[in-house]
C-alpha cells in the first residue's frame, strides 16, 4: 500500500492517481475513472473531482494508495 500525504484539505482523485504515478497525466485519470476502474473506500466513483481526504483508500489496477 501507498500513501500520499495530502498539505491542504482535500486532493481530487484525478491529482490522487497522477500524483501516485498510477497514471501518466489528466487524460488517461480521466478515462480510468470514468471506465469504472477506479474505487474509493471500497466503492467505485466515476467523479474525476472527488475530494479525498486523510483516511480515504484509493484501488486502481492492482495498487492501493491511502491518503493521510
Sequence with gaps: ????????????LGQ????AGYVDDGVEAKLVIQNGEVTVNGEVDTRRGRK???GDVVE?????????
Design 52 to 54: 479525498l481526504v486523510p
Design 60 to 68: 486502481y489496477d492492482g495498487k492501493t494508495l491511502k491518503i493521510e
Design 16 to 19: 490522487a492517481l497522477k500524483v
Design 1 to 12: 500500500m501507498d500513501s500520499y500525504k495530502i498539505h491542504d484539505d482535500f486532493i481530487k
